[in-house]
């Protein structure tokens, strides 16, 4: 079984500072590696993914992640916020194969408030 | 292109009603998928289709829950009867294949309130 746990539910940070989102996953099996952001009212947008290759990816809207596979992480950064930032990050995991084949594990979310 | 639409976007009803929400993929997808979103217990999937079939669909809370995609075009999720623990952001996602490097799309969801 997979599992997926973001360490901070609430992340209120000023505009133009960064910010870091964590994420850390549990599976037995290779996974593939997604973010999503939530803005009010909305579905889920992807932001990145990680399938192999470069641990390091880069997203839309400046957003990036990097893939730890010994720490089991998956942090999403970006180095100024905006405003427009504010919503809440999903990091989800999905087998890399195998018979759960397209079912994604999500996190319980984190809430991103960017102050002026 | 038009997304994946959900409808009703806002749902209040009264316990014991049978609710039908409904989803519609984008055009082309093959894969369509329903989650269900609580403050408390988060995003889970509840089940998912691949070519209109259901291939998974472990996350059903219980028999009052159930789904169908006559087409692939056209989805259905039905509680029957309702109770206000019912009450949630339900979301449906569409992707193509579900290959690795494709998505899944998601609507903008149905706000349930079961009264």
């Known amino acids: 079984a997979q599992s997926v746990t973001q360490l901070d539910s609430q992340v209120p940070v000023f505009e133009e500072a960064p910010v870091e989102l964590r994420c850390n996953y549990s599976?037995?099996?290779?996974?593939?590696l997604f973010w999503y952001v939530q803005y009010p009212n909305q579905g889920l947008q992807l932001l990145l993914k990680?399938?192999?290759?470069?641990?390091l990816v880069k997203g839309i809207n400046g957003f990036e992640a990097e893939f730890n596979k010994s720490q089991t992480s998956f942090h999403l950064r970006k180095p100024s916020v905006h405003i427009s930032d504010t919503a809440e990050y999903f990091c989800?995991?999905?087998?890399?194969?195998?018979?759960?084949?397209?079912?994604?594990?999500f996190g319980q979310g984190t809430i991103l408030t960017v102050h002026p | 292109d038009a997304g994946v639409i959900q409808s009703p976007r806002h749902e209040v009803t009264e316990m014991g009603q049978e609710v039908t929400l409904r989803c519609k993929p984008i055009?082309?997808?093959?894969?369509l998928f329903w989650y269900r979103q609580t403050m408390m217990r988060g995003l889970e999937l509840l089940i998912y289709?691949?070519?209109?079939?259901?291939?998974?669909d472990s996350g059903m809370p219980e028999d009052r829950f159930s789904a169908k995609m006559p087409n692939a075009s056209f989805s259905t999720l039905k509680i029957q009867p309702s109770e206000p623990r019912d009450s949630a952001v339900y979301f449906c996602?569409?992707?193509?294949?579900?290959?690795?490097?494709?998505?899944?799309?998601f609507g903008d969801g149905t706000r349930l309130s079961i009264l």
């Open positions: 996602a569409s992707s193509y294949q579900d290959r690795e490097n494709q998505p899944q799309h």
């Open positions: 599976s037995s099996v290779s996974v593939y």
């Open positions: 990680y399938l192999s290759g470069s641990t």
């Open positions: 989800a995991v999905k087998n890399a194969g195998g018979t759960s084949y397209g079912k994604l594990t």
């Open positions: 055009s082309g997808h093959d894969y």
């Open positions: 289709f691949n070519n209109n079939v259901p291939i998974d």
